[in-house]
């Protein structure tokens, strides 16, 4: 025996335990960023509302069209959903997860900047594009740290 495994003697370590602790560890590094991107794409996605109040007597913003930069949010994020999730099978959930947090940030920024109802119209349907994926991203991302169990994919299958 050597000087090393005399002095700290090998403790028992157990599979369950190794693996727990290091999910633990996984979850105590992953998860706040995870909470803070989701309550971040919540705010962004209703401080429409809150901006509105501001906005319609600064750009002039009719109820039609804040109904319309309200709703196209959508249609981008529905219209560029599948393209995102096929470039993030290609680049990966990181690099996906990556574009779409830049991107929405220059798209939230830029939308500070809007002078007219067509503007923010644009914006709107930009930031959809931006976000669009967000969600899957992060469910692929969490894959990569948290497989699924020996078995349960061949039980799911059969």
Known sequence: MNQLEQTLPLAEVRPGALLASTYRRIIWRLMPFLLVAFII??????????????MAEDILLSDAAYGIGAGIFYFGYILFE???NLYMQRVGARA?????????????????????????????FLLGMAEAGFFPGVILYMTYWFP??????SRRHS
């Open 41 to 54: 794409n919540a705010i962004d996605r209703i401080n429409i509302s809150f901006a509105k109040l501001r």
């Open 82 to 84: 599948v393209p995102s």
């Open 96 to 124: 996906t997860l990556t574009r779409i947090m830049v991107l929405w940030g220059l798209v939230t920024v830029a939308t500070a900047f809007v002078t007219t109802p067509n503007q923010l119209i644009g914006a709107r």
């Open 148 to 153: 699924a169990p020996c078995g349960v994919a």
